[in-house]
């Protein structure tokens, strides 16, 4: 029964680097830019936003120098065109007024942009919750899944807004610049580019090289994450078995390791920029000397080589632009195959139109039903029963016996192995898991409630009111409780403060009370509820259950006797089957069972015999 | 409220040391980019006089030299940022860690588990990034811009005059945009945390979502919370936005102004000589103000990332500067006895308006079994939770082993008691790690003493033994088998004081007993303290209380409740199943 699943991710090696088979990010800036497509308009119109700063960047310093050339030929006369200095002035001032609007709004555009992505790309992996299987819950890493929804999505979102523009910026300028260098002289653009091209071919080794840890830190943010909330989730243990030490020391590793990830990626990042100034420098030395020799050759005029020297020096702002945004968009590479690799995992098979059955009638049969939750087990065998429509069935047996695995394959939380499930003829196969749980309402054994008032978790998805949901307050005995709350309903339930575990199951119930469906499910419902409630509980349920089929668990066989089918499972087999007086006839399993409990000299320890001789009442 | 630079106080030697030599790397990197622009002057003069190609290369490799020492200094300058960065960073989580592991209950209650998770996590990267981006820029900046500003010192009125009102504006500008964006900012984290919340309730209650077919439900619930997230931030980067492009707007604009003006203040001055000093002075000013201006951008940048860095530290703060209120005592021993007294004890959780215990009296001697039995929410639980402290009573006092709890060593307290919480705890990792838990010296023979005891040792043999790895809150096994875990791992420390918080409720009766039977022989001689809905349990202690709404109604053995206690005789009729077999 205990499945062991591998985690989404692999393992990790020392000083907080996994060793990884070398993968491509490739595919995860694809994925984001398939994010972008969803808003195609407004990120074409901000490139172009881009495309038209970076034009203006490149003319405006052409009119600065206008006006330099302007005073400089007054120098001697003394007579300066001023009207032209102004002519020019203003429309400098025009360029760069217009360059600052376009690059205001493409940072405007930019900001709803990320966003916008960060958002859908949390939308779908809530969407994507949906589709998996419940296996997949059952061995997840809780806050390693959580940090994909916050730290992940968080990462992509804000590297987006912080480089993605600039980085387009950056190649634009590039284009541009080395267009006009072209336009200049072939043979010193090419010393030029030659140089800061090898410049980008060892950036891209870099980036190439240092692609795992970005993945590192993202995924040993998430392990940190892990291990915190359960940590957190779990704070009564830590406390009461004072386990700070052991747990400082885990905690010790995972922190080191998403330090020295942290180092490795921050390092990088500051890396890149040094190395692509460095060319830049190397670039400009390479054209003085190239140009130097060409103009003792004769080939070019010393004009050129001064033009050159100017762009090789507008060349190394886009240089820096690109080569600094680059780490932001490596890390947001690695936040994004985290989301994608979630949004990846194996899904359940769709969800098909599927048979209906009418009005629902609640006969359900199990027919040589097997399952195991990992390949090679078999948790139940050949399990085989039916049940009348209307009847109630109560499941019995010792813990880790199969009871639950029964509601689970019922409910389709998981798929059976071989057999089938029918219910009114119709195997749950054919049924849409939808339509199949809408005939169940159901109580399971671990009480789940949510951040939200008492009122949105009884009623939950119903629609309701007040009167119904008192109502069932009154059924399972919370009345009281309710209104000696000074906000009554209204009272939020916040994780883990205020309720017993019995009233949280008792919450539960009321839940389902409400739930009109057919039929009935409850598994140890009320295990942690006292036996007098109980009884009211009981009644609550009895009136809910009358001419539905329903199936119980329970230990107490107090809630089990009266029921029209009793099975008693051991080993993941029905091993006796019937009523409750039957099954007390005969010497079998159930009857060892019933003793255990209602024949209090059975159930005595040596130890408390001796002290309870005596006075038990005759 | 602090300031933002207060993350320093997690530094250690270490980083301050490094930061020193952070600072002379960055001044001498600093100056090699003021350097290597002479250098260029220089060759271009050589080229534009006809120079030779050697003669270029002699100062090319000057240059060069510069070059590659500023690549060396870029590249341990960021090498030195980033450990600075990431050692800071490393020392607040380990700070938060310990400090969170001294918290109970209400200290945790009162930021919230979900919070506690982002404020350890993500709002530690926000310092991370934080020092990362700024440091250097906060060094390099101010100055670059004070050599600047130094060398242009003796300009023109005017132009100084311009570059001062430059100045002026940006720092409006950054100014408005921060008062504007902080309290956005300050936001932020707390959607975040509302994203975990949801996403938590969401992977736990995965069974329920769809039992009721509810997902369109709880999506409606995630992308609202989403959409406040995103909205939220949407709104604050949009202000933030402005402040890069008007910025530089302001530098262009100045550097041009300058130009524009030189023209008329050239053109008015009548002495040419005058006029080719003021022209040069004009291009050294217009350099040397961008390059100033420069400098100043560059720190109105940190700007953009301070606000989110500075909430970030604050909620980290928040966290530090909460005061355990259950703190350790001195005491290590006690008498060694194993009793537990309870003397007029009143309990209130915190910011309820209402007591949870009123009053309660009782004892448990050693080698005892009491037993409390009562109806939900009458606070048997809370009572547990008083033993070993996980909250202090509002008044009154609890002895154990004749000493009173506050007065304990934490650490010695709970070692004698093995406590068995009502939800059974199940941490991901083997099963030698949940048993064993919190300590690493148990050898597998107490162990697996300890399985045996709770009944799971077959199973778990069966499964493959104590390497067998149990996913995150025992996912992968029934509900009774992670109760006797729980309960195997209160046996393995061999304590002198049993606290059992209805924690065999998802066991059927047989194993119930059973588990109970080994139990009664394994703790023989320890006291127990049982809390139970089940009649047939509390009628096997030696006495058993009896709760109600927060007091003790009541305590006797079985028959003497029987006779007298109304509730008691209730519960008991409430499990006869009226076959008369008592």
Not at chain 1, 86 to 109: D, E, P, Q, V
Not at chain 1, 342 to 368: H, I
Request: with cysteine; aromatic share 8%; proline share 2%.
């Amino acid at each position: 029964m205990v499945n062991r699943v591998p985690n989404i991710d692999g393992g990790y090696s020392r000083k907080g680097v996994l060793k990884d088979k070398p993968r491509s990010m490739l595919k995860s800036w694809k994925m984001i830019l398939l994010y972008l497509k969803n808003h195609k308009a407004v990120f074409l119109f901000s490139m172009f936003m881009v495309g038209v700063e970076s034009l203006l960047t490149v003319f405006a310093p052409n009119y600065i120098s206008e006006i330099t050339d302007l005073i400089s030929d007054g120098l001697y006369s003394g007579v300066i065109d001023l009207e032209k200095v102004s002519y020019y002035g203003l429309i400098i001032l025009g360029l760069y007024l217009f360059g600052t609007i376009a690059m205001f709004l493409r940072n405007y555009l930019m900001a709803d942009l990320s966003q916008h992505v960060a958002r859908e790309m949390r939308n779908d992996m809530q969407e994507k919750m949906d589709r998996l299987p419940l296996k997949f819950f059952d061995t997840c890493r809780k806050g390693d899944v959580m940090s994909r929804f916050t730290n992940d999505a968080d990462t992509v979102a804000s590297a987006l807004n912080r480089s993605m523009a600039v980085f387009v910026h950056g190649i634009v300028l590039l284009v541009l610049c080395s267009a006009m260098m072209l336009l200049t002289d072939v043979t010193l653009s090419a010393v030029c580019m030659i140089t800061v091209f090898a410049g980008m071919g060892l950036s891209s080794i870099v980036v190439k090289r240092t692609q795992k840890y970005y993945r590192s830190q993202q995924r040993n943010l998430g392990r940190m994450y892990g291990f915190i909330s359960e940590l957190y989730s779990a704070h009564d243990i830590a406390m009461a078995y004072s386990a700070s030490r052991l747990n400082k020391k885990e905690f010790d590793s995972v922190n080191e390791e998403l330090r020295a990830s942290g180092f490795r990626s921050e390092i990088t990042m500051g890396l890149l920029p040094a190395v692509m100034r460095f060319f830049g420098n190397l670039g400009y030395i390479a054209v003085c000397i190239v140009g130097s020799v060409m103009v003792l050759e004769g080939s070019i005029t010393i004009g050129t080589v001064v033009a050159f020297i100017f762009f090789v020096k507008i060349y190394m702002g886009p240089l820096d632009m690109i080569s600094s945004s680059l780490g932001n968009i490596q890390a947001a590479g690695a936040g994004a195959e985290r989301i994608r690799d979630f949004l990846s995992a194996e899904e359940m098979d769709p969800e098909k139109e599927g048979v209906t059955a009418g009005s629902v009638r609640g006969s359900v049969e199990f027919r040589n039903v097997c399952f195991g939750y990992l390949e090679g087990e078999e948790t139940l065998k050949n399990l085989t029963f039916s049940v009348k429509p209307g009847q109630k069935i109560a499941i019995v047996g010792h813990t880790g016996a199969g009871k639950t695995t029964i509601v689970n394959l019922l409910m389709r939380f998981y798929e059976i192995g071989s057999g089938e499930i029918t219910i009114d003829g119709i195997s749950i196969g054919d049924m849409s898991r939808r339509y199949l749980r809408s005939l169940f309402c159901i109580v399971l054994q671990d009480s789940w409630l949510f951040d939200g008032t008492l009122r949105e978790n009884i009623a939950y998805c119903s629609d309701a009111g007040d009167a119904e949901i008192l109502e069932a307050c009154r059924s399972v005995g919370l009345d009281r409780l309710v209104e000696s709350l000074p906000d009554g309903l209204d009272t939020r339930i916040r994780s883990g403060t205020g309720f017993s575990g019995g009233q949280k199951q008792q919450i539960c119930i009321a839940r389902a009370l409400l739930d009109k469906s057919p039929m009935l499910i409850l598994d140890e419902a009320t295990s942690s509820v006292d036996t007098r409630t109980e009884v009211l509980i009981q009644n609550a349920i009895d009136r809910l259950a009358a001419g539905r089929t329903s199936f119980v668990i329970a230990h107490r066989l107090s809630t089990v006797r009266n029921a029209d089918l009793i099975l008693v499972i051991r080993d993941g087999s029905v091993v006796q089957m019937g009523t409750h007086s039957s099954l007390l006839e005969k010497d079998g399993e159930y009857r060892r069972i019933y003793r255990s409990q209602f024949d209090p000299l059975r159930s005595f320890t040596v130890k408390y015999q001796v002290l309870l001789t005596g006075s038990v009442p005759a | 409220m602090s300031s933002v630079f207060s993350f320093v106080r997690f530094f250690r030697r270490k980083e301050w040391i490094l930061s020193a030599v952070t600072v002379g790397m960055i001044l001498f990197q600093v100056w090699l980019d003021l350097e290597i622009p002479s250098y260029m002057a220089d060759i271009t003069d050589v080229v534009t006089a006809g120079g030779t190609a050697a003669e270029v290369a002699e100062k090319a490799a000057a240059m060069t030299g510069c070059a590659v020492a500023s690549l060396l200094a870029g590249i341990s300058v960021s090498a030195l940022v980033g450990w600075i960065s990431s050692s800071a960073a490393k020392r607040i989580r380990e700070e938060e860690f310990d400090h969170i592991q001294k918290f109970s209950f209400s200290e945790v209650d009162r930021i919230s588990s979900y919070s506690l998770i982002t404020r350890s996590t993500n709002d530690v990267k926000q310092i991370q990034d934080f020092i990362g981006t700024a440091l250097e820029s906060m060094i390099k900046a101010p100055v670059v811009s004070v050599w600047a500003v130094l060398r242009i010192s003796q300009g023109d009125m005017t132009w100084t005059a311009a570059t001062m009102t430059a100045v002026a504006a940006m720092m409006i500008l950054v100014y408005c945009v921060m008062k504007l964006s902080a309290p956005l900012y300050k936001k932020v984290q707390y959607f975040n945390d509302g994203i975990n919340a949801v996403t938590s309730e969401m992977l736990d209650g995965q069974r329920m979502i769809r039992a009721h077919n509810a997902q369109e439900y709880e999506k409606r619930k995630f992308s609202g919370a989403n959409e406040a997230l995103a909205e939220n931030n949407i709104r604050a980067n949009h202000i933030a936005s402005v402040n890069v492009p008007f910025n530089g707007f302001i530098r262009n604009v100045l550097s041009m102004s300058i130009y524009w003006t030189g023209a008329f203040i050239i053109a008015g001055n009548s002495s040419e000589e005058m006029r080719l000093e003021l022209f040069s002075e004009m291009i050294v000013f217009a350099t040397y103000a961008t390059m100033a201006l420069n400098g100043f951008r560059t720190l109105m940048q940190i700007f953009n990332v301070f606000p989110r860095a500075k909430v970030s530290l604050d909620r980290i703060f928040e966290v530090l500067s909460i005061e355990p209120q259950i703190t350790d005592g001195t005491e290590t021993e006690g008498n060694g006895s194993g009793t537990i007294s309870f003397r007029n004890v009143s309990f209130r959780f915190p910011g309820s308006g209402a007591d949870t215990l009123e009053n309660i009296n009782f004892d448990v001697k050693h080698g005892e079994t009491v037993a409390v039995i009562g109806a939900t929410g009458c606070g048997k639980t809370a009572l547990a939770m008083l033993i070993p402290r996980f909250y202090d009573c509002t008044s009154g006092t609890i002895e154990v082993d004749g000493v009173d709890v506050r007065n304990y060593k934490l650490d010695s307290l709970r070692g004698k008691i093995g406590y068995v919480p009502q939800k059974a705890v199940i941490l991901s990792g083997t099963v030698r790690h949940n048993v064993g838990y919190g300590s690493d010296s148990y050898t597998d023979g107490e162990i697996w003493d300890a399985l045996d005891t709770a009944c799971i040792k077959d199973f778990i043999e069966l499964e493959g033994g104590l390497d067998i790895s149990l996913s995150e809150e025992g996912r992968n096994i029934s509900g009774g088998q992670k109760q006797r875990v729980s309960i195997a791992r209160a046996v393995c420390r061999n304590p002198e004081i049993y606290v059992f918080d209805d924690c065999f409720s998802a066991l059927d009766f047989s194993t119930d007993r059973e588990v109970r039977k080994r139990l009664a022989a394994k703790t023989e001689g320890a006291s127990v303290l049982l809390i139970t809905q089940r009649i047939g349990t509390a009628r096997t202690a030696d006495r058993i209380l009896v709760m109600d709404r927060g007091r003790i109604v009541d305590q006797g053995t079985h028959a003497e409740l029987l006779g007298r206690c109304s509730i008691y005789s209730e519960i008991a009729d409430s499990q006869d199943t009226g076959g008369g077999s008592w």
